[in-house]
């Protein structure tokens, strides 16, 4: 973290260079956390996009066969 550099956390701001070690490396997790998490909600984006695909294609071919009642 850069000099003078400040964080905001939970509304409130923080100089970088105050804060012990522990919260540095916490601060590291929160973001290295933060990252996975953008990953994997960018994965869910395209698992559902991929599902509906798949529902679609479904619908169309069910629309060829006469249902049973």
């Known amino acids: 973290m ?3 550099q400040t964080i905001s956390i939970d509304g409130k701001d923080y ?3 105050a804060l012990s070690d ?3 490396a916490q601060l590291g997790n ?3 956390v933060d990252m996975e998490l953008q990953r ?3 994965r869910k984006a395209i698992a559902q996009t991929a ?3 798949y ?3 479904l619908q169309a071919e069910l629309a060829k066969v006469e249902p049973q009642q």
């Open 2 to 4: 850069a000099d003078g």
């Open 15 to 17: 100089m970088a260079d």
């Open 22 to 24: 522990e919260a540095k």
């Open 30 to 32: 929160l973001r290295v």
């Open 40 to 42: 994997l909600e960018q």
């Open 51 to 53: 599902r509906n695909a």
């Open 55 to 57: 529902a679609r294609a």
